[in-house]
């Protein structure tokens, strides 16, 4: 069973335009929430991430919403850049124990 | 600062063979993971190092899989035997105390292992 889940393997935007990545969960333990990005033959590198006690975070082009009665998490990225364009995965922690990851989605930026 | 460094970055054996993955974290990084990622899917947790101790092995599958982390800084994953279907990237990576929290986790390249 999968505890963090992103239903949308891939998802193409335009250049410029707001690219929205989603991610639900079923635990409601985890308490802290991130996002990576992971470019071909390389490894993840982490993006931003949101604490259970808020439902917003912000930097930069990336913003992160969390709605925790709704166990979902989205990921905003505005403006899109071509350079973007890579596989972002969802990940949850316990206390910053255990981290479980989505499966990915694969995010194309089309110049 | 030099990041995680792995090695292999690619290794193809025969099954029942054995293979051996080596990790050197971010200096000072006192937490390590290794994660196996399959083809379409997230990482997955294998084991979890605070020093030398291994504080979670619960996904690593005991009875061909063995890690170590000598004196608390590089690391080792060994399978022996190999099976087709651990045929995937293995992925190390590091924390920090402080970062730990913050969930910060930094990775390695990975290796990617081919079981034929």
């Known amino acids: 069973d999968q505890q963090v889940k992103q239903n949308s393997p891939s998802l193409s935007v335009q250049e410029g335009r707001i690219s929205i990545l989603n991610c639900d969960y079923t635990?409601?333990?985890?308490?802290?929430f991130l996002w990576y990005k992971k470019y071909p033959a390389e490894g993840p590198t982490f993006l931003i991430s949101i604490s259970s006690i808020k439902d917003k975070n912000e930097d930069g082009r990336f913003t992160v919403f969390l709605n925790k009665s709704a166990k979902h998490l989205s990921l905003h990225i505005v403006p899109s850049q071509p350079g973007d364009s890579a596989v972002y995965f969802c990940?949850?922690?316990?206390?910053?124990?255990?981290?479980?990851f989505g499966p990915g989605t694969r995010l194309s930026v089309l110049p | 600062e030099a990041g995680v460094v792995q090695s292999p970055r690619y290794k193809i054996i025969e099954k029942k063979q054995p293979v051996a993955f080596w990790c050197n974290p971010i200096?000072?990084?006192?937490?390590l993971y290794w994660y196996r990622q399959n083809l379409g899917q997230g990482p997955e947790l294998l084991i979890r190092?605070?020093?030398?101790?291994?504080?979670?092995d619960s996904q690593l599958p005991k009875d061909r899989f063995s890690a170590e982390r000598l004196k608390g800084v590089d690391s080792t994953l060994k399978i022996q035997p190999a099976e087709l279907g651990d045929s995937a990237v293995y992925l190390c990576a590091s924390s920090s105390w402080k970062e730990v929290g913050a969930g910060e986790q930094y990775f390695g390249p990975g290796t990617r292992l081919t079981v034929t």
């Open positions: 200096s000072g990084h006192n937490t």
């Open positions: 635990n409601s333990m985890f308490d802290y």
């Open positions: 190092y605070e020093n030398e101790e291994a504080v979670d």
């Open positions: 990940a949850a922690s316990d206390y910053g124990q255990n981290f479980v």
